[in-house]
Structure formats: C-alpha cells, structure tokens
C-alpha cells in the first residue's frame, strides 16, 4: 500500500484573522440552539453516510475528507477513536475548536490552532455555507467535504460507523463494528446511552438519574468479571461508546462529594485503565479539557493486575 495522499486547502487569511475573539458571553449570550419550533427536522441535521462504493454520493477515499472535533467532547472523541484504531489519521484529516463557546459557537482560536481547511473563524461558518440561514445546532463533530464544499455529517453514532466499516482499503484492519455482533451492541447502547452517556451529568442533581446510573455501573462491573470487552471477547463500538463517558466521569470538581469513584465498581475501573493504556485511547484524550488533569491522570495512568 502506498503512502497515503493529504490533500490541503491553502488558508489565505493573515495572522491576525485567522481565530475569533474570545469567548464572551455578556457580548454574545450563551449558546442555545436557534431552530424553528415548526421546523420537524432532527436536531443534528446532517446525515450523509460515506460508502465505500460511493452509492451514498460520499465515496470513502483519502484526502477528501476534514473532521472537525473537540477534546472535550465525548461524542466527539467515539469518532476520533475511530480514526486512530483503523490507522486513518492520514486518511481523514482533524482539527479541533476551542474549549468555550457563545451563542456564536464552537469557534477556532489559538488554544487548538485555526482552521486548516477552509479558514473558518466559527464552526457555524461550515453549517452556513451548507445551509444558508442554518437555525440549527452547531455540534462536533462535524464532517466537512473538500470535494463538494459542504458539511456531510454531524451525526456522530453513524459517522463513527461508517469510518469503522467503509474505509478497508486503507484500514489497519480492526474491526471494531463485525456484524455478528451489531445487534448485541444496539442492545447494549439502549441502556448504557440513557443510564451513562446521556446520565452521567445529571446524576448530581436527580436522584433517579444517579440510581440508573449506579445500576448500570453494577450490572456492567458483574458483565466485565470475566471479560476484557463487552462484547465478543474484542474490541468494538461498544467499549468506545462506554469508554469515552467514563473517562469523563466525576471530571468536574462538584462530582467528587455526589458521585461514588469508579474504583467502587473493581471489574469496570480495571477495564476502563486496560483500555487507556492503548495508544489509540491516550492519543485522542486530553484530560485538561474536561477535568482536573492533576487529580484524575494518577489513577487512570496505573495499569490494572493482568
């Protein structure tokens, strides 16, 4: 196999233009999402599927691609796992938005660099040039097409799947979304998504938030007794989807006195550890932007007992 081709759009912005002003919120407002109420479309509003074939209109080749993404972000981080699991990193190239928003938005400053792609100040400046008045939300992470000048996706369960599925001829060969277990994995996702990755936050301040979210960190504790994986004895969606909300776990400073340590649970603090030892995992997290690094690393930089 070759070397993998990067194609690159020449940014012609000076210096000084290339990031938006600061973050502020008594300027701007915080962020809400402008949308209709009569508007009946969904709130990530992208939905393009790359194909490896081409028949969605997106074929799945290198260079063609640009996936803007956030460090904070943990739907973000399930597609960015991707890309370094099935060694795309030079097939799908990433840059990232800074770590505060306005009602602007997600915005491009020095804390991650500018936008290497089209020179964008605001991530809405993307969903602006696809839609014209878009009124929706702005989201990482969001998938932006060199070739046809448009957002294809910022869907993230299906943009994280296709990466996994559509991109073999230029894939380590991981397979991390095998089709024997696509069902077990949805069945999987029905209560892990509600009870963990949509739970978690709210765990501090509603009570059955937090007792859905402790049953789930009990029922997957038993699961993982004698098992390194969710599921198929391998490494699939399924433990990024779980992983990356875990690492996020009582990251902000007023979880530590509301939340029990994941250590209370030893089979899933072994395992989430197990995982963060994989350079794939370290590689796409940055602690710093969602937690205190200092507090947190210690811990999860300690390998469980094999």
Do not use: K
């Not at 380590?172 to 892990?192: K, N, Q, S």
């Amino acid at each position: 196999m070759g070397a993998r081709p990067r194609r690159t759009t020449a940014v012609s912005r000076t210096a000084s233009t290339l990031y938006a002003s600061p973050t502020d919120v008594a300027t701007y407002g915080e962020y809400t999402i402008r949308q209709d109420p009569a508007d009946p479309r969904p709130l990530y509003r992208f939905a393009g599927r790359l194909t490896a074939d081409g028949s969605s209109g997106y074929r799945a080749e290198p260079g063609r691609y640009h996936l803007y993404s956030g460090w904070f972000c943990p739907w973000a981080q399930r597609v960015t796992l991707q890309l370094a699991l099935h060694g795309l990193d030079d097939v799908i190239s990433v840059s990232y938005v800074d770590n505060s928003r306005d009602a602007r938005g997600w915005a491009f400053r020095e804390t991650n660099g500018p936008d290497p792609v089209n020179g964008f100040l605001l991530l809405r400046d993307a969903y602006e040039a696809t839609e014209p008045g878009f009124d929706g939300h702005v989201s990482v992470p969001t998938l932006w097409d060199r070739e046809t000048r448009r957002v294809v996706s910022n869907d993230f369960v299906t943009l994280g799947i296709d990466i996994a599925t559509q991109f073999g001829a230029w894939s380590t060969g991981a397979d991390t979304y095998p089709e024997h277990l696509r069902v077990e994995i949805a069945e999987l996702d029905a209560w892990i998504g509600p009870a963990i990755n949509r739970g978690a936050h709210r765990a501090t301040r509603d009570d059955a938030a937090r007792a859905a979210l402790l049953d789930a960190f009990a029922r997957l504790d038993t699961r993982l007794a004698d098992a390194h994986h969710l599921v198929g004895g391998q490494l699939t969606e399924a433990d990024l989807r779980l992983w990356v909300s875990l690492v996020r776990y009582r990251g902000r400073a007023h979880d530590l006195d509301r939340l029990p340590p994941l250590s209370d649970y030893p089979n899933l603090w072994a395992y989430a550890r197990r995982l963060y030892q994989l350079p794939a995992f370290q590689a796409t997290t940055d602690v710093r932007t969602f937690a205190d690094a200092a507090a947190l690393l210690p811990g999860w930089n300690t390998p469980p007992a094999a």
